[in-house]
């Protein structure tokens, strides 16, 4: 029944979303670079992810999938990659301490870097020109040349994953992830906040717990486990031609892997079940995730579930609800049903970013805090009466003071939206909110497991 796959098998579907690349043998010439380029990522690390997201899809782990909306080739700094990883810890820490169970972490980092959009054209006065798809295809400027698909970017934004990739690896396992650090993830404009206090007494009794444990004669010191950490990379797989540039065959199993990120997600836009991006990543050995928006059948998500999952391996895959605060109970519930009836292993994950946002009066893009929190309440109760796991939150974030969310612990409005408003795409939660959003996550899934 199943066709046979290749890396390329997906060029004779129809692909939504993939730019208008004006120069073939440009676009040729980058591809055949970035597929010379060695691997981002080993297929062994995939399949301990796999693994990891094993144990969350039989409820004894969370999974935590976070990072920008979209990274961006100018603000590229060890600054803003640390920011970004110092919120991520302080959330795992927060998570893994209140729930008491493992936390897999996973960036939307070191190559987020392409985007669907609604229209391939926006009108800048009464100038048509092509909308911005992301660092790895265009630029945000609003201008003809600026917005013309460039495949010098391709190997760019390959580069710049190695970078981030780089300096990720050093920090997690060379000493900065170390739990005996735990305090030292606080950003100034944290600490003083109310949230940035709660932090600070979970840290203060991990510093506690280890100092009880050594003084019982645990060897802290020689066991890796507190001082490392494993942080997996993911990202839209939207270009397919730069996806499949970096899949190699793994020479241990002789599986294909897609090595530009540990897992690739599909987006809400490209989920044909005979398109082109379901084809490419149902022949990779990856992790891979799917949004589910509004609307989905559940028929459709267990034709799914068997195109990208029919050998059932538990972690394989990974539904990312996105439903809209007030949807999300009745839309999730029959398809949590339906998959679990079926007896298929998934993970399911909440994104309660993206069914959340509207324009604001003044303009901005932006999504309020109590409906992001609102979405992940009703995840969790969906959960809850259907006997399933509410595995994971998958959420966009940046380390830095930014003000494009509204709402949260300092109550951001509407005015205060301009003086930081820094994203290139999708408003994301601030350093505090983060934090913030970790506190209320651990308790509705402590309350909803009666703990
Ligand atoms: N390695 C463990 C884990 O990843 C414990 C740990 C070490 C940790 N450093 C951490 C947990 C930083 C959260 C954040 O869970
Ligand atoms: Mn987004």
Redesign the pocket.
């Known amino acids: 029944m199943a066709r046979s796959w290749t890396p390329s098998s997906w060029q004779s579907l129809p692909a939504a979303q993939q730019p208008a690349w004006p120069q073939r043998p440009e676009l040729d010439r980058a591809l055949s670079q970035v597929n010379s380029f060695p691997p981002l990522v080993f297929a062994g690390e995939a399949r301990s992810l796999q693994a990891s997201l094993a144990q969350v899809v039989a409820g004894n782990a969370f999974l935590l999938q976070a990072g920008d909306c979209a990274e961006s080739f100018d603000e590229f700094s060890a600054n803003n990659i640390r920011e970004k990883l110092r919120v991520i ?2 959330m ?2 927060v998570l ?1 301490y209140s729930m008491g169970v ?2 897999v ?1 996973v960036g939307r980092m070191a190559g987020q870097f392409a985007k669907p959009r609604s229209s391939d054209t926006e009108m800048i006065g009464d100038l048509s020109i092509a909308s911005f798809r992301g660092y790895i295809v265009n630029d945000p400027a609003a201008t003809i040349e600026a917005r013309t698909p460039n495949p010098e970017r391709l190997v760019q934004a390959y580069h710049q994953s190695a970078s981030t990739l780089n300096l990720l690896r050093a920090f997690t396992k060379g000493g900065f ?3 005996n650090r ?1 305090h030292e ?1 606080t950003q100034e404009f944290v600490g003083s906040s109310p949230e940035g206090q709660r932090y600070e007494s979970i840290a203060s009794e991990i510093e506690r717990a280890l100092q009880f444990m050594r003084a019982c004669g645990v060897d802290t010191e020689n066991n ?7 942080v997996y990379t993911s990202h839209e797989a939207l270009i397919l031609e730069y996806e499949e540039a970096l899949t190699r065959q793994d020479s241990l199993t002789g599986g294909w892997y897609d090595c530009s990120a540990h897992m690739l997600w599909i987006g809400e836009r490209t989920r044909q079940l005979d398109g082109a991006h379901i084809e490419f990543l149902r022949g990779v050995g990856n992790p891979v995730g799917c949004k589910v928006g509004p609307g989905t059948s559940s028929d459709w998500v267990l034709e799914l579930c068997q195109t990208l999952n029919p050998a059932r391996i538990p972690g394989r895959l990974t539904l990312i609800s996105r439903m809209g605060a007030d949807n999300v109970e009745q839309e999730l519930r029959p398809l949590l049903r339906a998959v679990h009836e079926a007896g298929h292993p998934v993970v399911w994950a909440c994104d309660p970013m993206h069914g959340n946002t509207f324009t604001d009066p003044s303009g901005h893009k932006t999504r309020h805090f109590d409906s992001i929190i609102a979405e992940i309440a009703g995840f969790v109760r969906a959960h809850k009466a259907e006997g399933t796991w509410p595995g994971g939150i998958h959420i966009e974030l940046t380390g830095e003071d930014v003000t494009e969310c509204l709402g949260g612990a300092d109550d951001l409005t509407s005015a205060d939206l301009s003086t930081r408003y820094e994203t290139v795409c999708d408003p994301r939660l601030n350093a505090r909110q983060s934090l913030d959003l970790a506190f209320r996550v651990a308790e509705l899934i402590r309350v909803s497991a009666g703990h």
Request: aromatic residues 4%.
């Open positions: 810890l302080q795992a820490v893994t493992p936390v972490k992830a170390d739990l735990v993830w890796p486990s507190l001082h490392q950490v494993d």
